[in-house]
């Protein structure tokens, strides 16, 4: 262990008369006060919370001869240790980025090897009696270092009394790098706020995923360091220029999230008819069966055989909390219940389907594991035979009861890609005498759109499924930004009774029905927007 010396070299150092000792807190704040008439700020002496980078040429004759001069005159900002640095030598983020990367000849590498992640860094350190660290440990949370994996203390090798405790080198170079209540602190525990170096190894386990992909990947290309969790499965999408490096990528993500222990990547777009995808296991477990809690219920389910999206849970609880006890909801395109689980738990009745055996199977199983198997009736039918079928069946009887009797209806289609075509299937779905329009059903439709105003193309095109405008009758719900300039939106209307009930007249651009709500406009859709990729 070395003393931290106030320069690097003598080419650092600017030497003046010897200065009478003062306190700690009288020294820090001299150590900050400006000169105004001279000039000086922060601008050209970059002296106060920042890294520096010392000049390694000789100091120009003029600057030494003005800074004797300053020195001479009352009220001064003049640092103890002498060191400065003007503007164009600061290189705060390079040095705080180099300093905690890995080995730059990690680059290029495809099979993970661990022990090439060895690098030794010069630390600053801070020397305290043993008995007083954890008096110390919340004062200086600013000041101490935080990296995974290494400890904020350690025994000093030449002190067994003695403890060292790590500083951030990104904050603190010198004693003047201390903030006011820091070197209070340390004045009234008797500590000398005097720096020291110690020379601390790093390995594999001290580094980021982020900072290990970054070092291992071609400068200039995007990172993965995201991705979506699925019980014990990390679920990634990678790009193109990542592939080369996917069964490292894998194996990091395992290493540097705790219970995670697969990794896959989908291989192909959700295009199928049951929603699944295929996947490619890129390194750990090959078991897909999975357990996620969401909302506070649980799902089971083969993770390769079925759908599922973490990133929706918000929606789930939106939905669910629209319907009211006695509510009624038929959710066209189930998967293994997110909505109709929730939905169930509150007293409603749910009849779930969906056309995928292997989320019909799992959605009866987790119908059972929430306990709500009596409330949910489930299906596996294609959407638009389960419109025409059970739904049509249970809405002649539902709109047919009582106005006493009639509760809420509400249909949820999550098929954010063919969801408004299904649309169709409610056309002159029902005979009869139409119902009063506050118990017409509400849909609940999801699509993607990349279209500027994607609020207005969604209205558009389900309009146009259904034969009529939806300007003044439907809302439009900004989901998540699936990727740049592509939206997941979810359009809310209820079904006019022209369209519902064979044998009404039409009026393709408006109907008596009243709105669901009022329309909203493309500037608090903006808003929305916004507000929401602030959140991703």
């Known amino acids: ?105 990690v680059r290029g590498m495809t099979k993970l090897d661990r022990t090439a992640f060895k690098k030794t860094v010069n630390i600053p350190v801070l020397k305290v009696r043993k008995e007083i660290v954890n008096k110390l440990m919340r004062p200086l949370k600013r000041a101490a270092l935080q990296r995974p994996g290494i400890r904020r203390v350690i025994e000093d090798p030449e002190d067994k009394e003695s403890r060292l405790i790590m500083l951030d080198p990104c904050k603190i170079f010198t004693h003047d790098s201390f903030e006011k209540a820091e070197l209070s602190v340390l004045e009234q525990l008797n500590v000398s706020p005097q720096i020291s170096k110690y020379n601390l190894e790093l390995t594999y386990e001290n580094f980021k995923s982020e900072e290990i992909l970054r070092a291992v990947l071609p400068e200039g290309q995007d990172v993965t360091s995201g991705f979506s969790r699925v019980g014990h499965i990390a679920h990634l999408n990678l790009r193109d220029h990542q592939l080369p490096f996917k069964h490292l990528i894998g194996q990091v993500m395992i290493d540097k999230n705790p219970g995670i222990t697969s990794a896959v990547n989908k291989i192909n777009i959700i295009d199928n008819m049951y929603r699944n995808f295929q996947m490619e296991v890129l390194s750990g477990e090959q078991n897909m069966m999975t357990k996620v809690r969401e909302n506070n219920y649980t799902y089971e389910f083969d993770f390769s055989k079925v759908y599922w999206n973490p990133r929706l849970s918000t929606e789930h609880s939106r939905i669910t909390e629209l319907l009211k006890p006695g509510d009624v909801l038929f959710d066209v395109f189930a998967g293994v219940g997110p909505f109709a689980i929730p939905v169930a738990k509150k007293n409603c009745t749910v009849f779930a389907n969906d056309l995928n055996p292997e989320s019909h199977k799992w959605l009866l199983h987790n119908c059972k594991l929430n306990k709500v198997d009596q409330k949910v009736k489930v299906f596996n039918l294609d959407g638009k035979d389960f419109l025409q079928g059970p739904v049509k069946e249970e809405l002649m009887q539902l709109l047919g009861l009582s106005k006493e009797r009639k509760p809420s209806v509400h249909v949820v289609m999550n098929l954010p890609a063919k969801a408004i075509e299904f649309l169709s299937a409610f056309k002159w779905l029902l005979d009869g005498q139409p119902c009063s329009s506050e118990f017409l059903p509400i849909v609940h439709c999801y699509s993607f759109s990349k279209d500027a105003n994607p609020a207005e193309d969604v209205r558009q095109r389900a309009g146009a499924v259904l034969g009529i405008s939806l300007e003044a009758c439907s809302s439009v719900h900004l989901v998540r930004n699936v990727a740049p300039n592509k939206e997941m939106l979810c359009i809310t209307f209820q079904i006019p009774a022209a369209v519902l009930y064979k044998n009404q007249t039409r009026n393709p651009e408006n109907h008596e029905d009243p709105p669901l709500k009022r329309q909203r406009t493309a500037e608090a859709f903006s808003d929305e927007k916004t507000q929401i990729a602030s959140n991703t």
């Open 1 to 105: 262990m070395t003393l931290a010396l106030s320069a690097a070299n003598s080419d650092d150092v600017i030497e003046d008369t010897p200065i009478h000792p003062r306190p700690t807190a009288d020294r820090y704040r001299s150590g900050r006060i400006l000169w105004r008439p001279f000039g000086f700020s922060r601008r050209l002496l970059k002296l106060e919370s920042h890294s520096i980078t010392e000049s390694k040429s000789l100091i120009p004759l003029a600057w030494t001869s003005l800074t004797q001069m300053l020195l001479e005159a009352p009220g001064i900002f003049l640092l103890g240790q002498r060191r400065f640095s003007t503007m164009p030598e600061i290189e705060t983020h390079e040095r705080d980025s180099e300093l905690f990367s890995p080995p730059s000849d």
